[in-house]
């Protein structure tokens, strides 16, 4: 995978500079709206589907199944009536829920479908309608495993869970020579790996750059390519190990102007999102103590998506 860095803005398609004639203008915009409509419409359709097809209407009316009847009447794929059987049937009785299909799509809910209920409806419509589907399943994700982590100590803590697991690994002969003599003779394999990660530590410490006070959000080259080696390129947040997009400054650069080695992390798109609108819990210690909230901390100085514009991003590319 090779990445490359560009500044968010330059995010241009090559074509896009074009100029439109007025008549390519209202051509576009003509199937603009038609398409709005189109999708509108369809929306409306999928939350039909499970109705029909507990009526069989699709029967009576003699089609050979709900597939062909959706798709003969209203150009659905089948993975699109699937979804509408699947997800809207979990939520059609979820007034809050079914107004974000309306509005959103089957796709915005899909995260939540399998956990939502009458008690929590209006905390998962309200965050459904405010993220993306993308980040919306990512914070699904943290959410839960904050819930197992919680119940499993019967405590909250900031401590991680210590749990171990066994890791299976593929490895040449030599390397396996050299990490045994690193493990001794009396011990233990996880002690060899330890002491190799703090000798990881230990070197990119030594090779820190000193922060940096900026007017410019752009990080210095310096320390965007220290902060991406420490983090190998990948979102810092416990448990994921998607490749990042941003680099973040978890005190908030509009705030004190500085590039702080220390307080910027490699982060994925939906990680970052959710920083902007602080929902993590713990910023401002290592990314091992970062954990998700439930509800946004209005105190945080970056809390609002606003403060995304102009946030400096890495694009990751593969
Ligand atoms: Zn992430």
Redesign the pocket.
């Known amino acids: 995978m090779t990445v490359k860095s560009v500044k968010f803005a330059k995010k241009v398609r090559p074509n896009s500079r074009r100029k439109l004639s007025d008549d390519d203008l209202k051509m576009h915009l003509q199937f603009s709206e038609y398409g709005m409509n189109a999708k509108e419409w369809l929306r409306k359709c999928a939350l039909m589907l499970p109705e029909i097809e507990r009526r069989k209407i699709w029967k009576k009316k003699k089609f050979g199944s709900i597939f062909e009847y959706a798709a003969k009447l209203a150009g659905m794929s089948k993975n699109q009536v699937y979804d509408a059987l699947r997800i809207v049937r979990k939520v059609e009785n979820l007034p809050a829920l079914r107004r974000v299909v309306e509005e959103k799509g089957v796709n915005a809910v899909r995260a939540v479908a399998t956990i939502v209920t009458e008690e929590n409806e209006m905390f998962w419509a309200k965050k459904a309608m405010e993220m993306s589907a993308r980040e919306l399943e990512?914070y699904v994700k943290d959410f839960r495993g904050e819930i197992n982590r919680s119940e499993s100590l019967h405590v909250k803590t900031t401590e991680p869970v210590k749990v171990k697991t066994t890791v299976t690994m593929e490895l040449d002969p030599q390397t396996l020579k050299q990490l045994e003599k690193l493990k001794g003779r009396d011990g233990t394999w996880e002690g060899a790996i330890k002491n190799l990660l703090e000798t990881r530590e230990d070197h990119l410490e030594a090779e820190k750059p000193e922060p940096v006070k900026s007017e410019s959000n752009y990080v210095p080259a310096q320390i965007s390519k220290f902060v991406e080696k420490r983090d190998n390129c990948t979102?810092?947040?416990p448990g994921?190990?998607?490749p990042h997009y941003a680099l973040h400054h978890t005190q908030g650069f509009s705030r004190d102007h500085i590039h702080d080695p220390d307080k910027l992390y490699c982060?994925?798109?939906?990680?970052?999102s959710l920083a902007h609108r602080g929902l993590i819990e713990n910023e401002n210690q290592k990314p091992k103590y970062w954990r998700i909230r439930e509800k946004a901390d209005s105190a945080s100085p970056r809390f609002g998506l606003d403060q995304l514009v102009g946030e400096h991003k890495r694009l990751t590319f593969s």
């Open positions: 990512t979102c810092v947040f994921c190990t998607k982060v994925c798109q939906s990680h970052h």
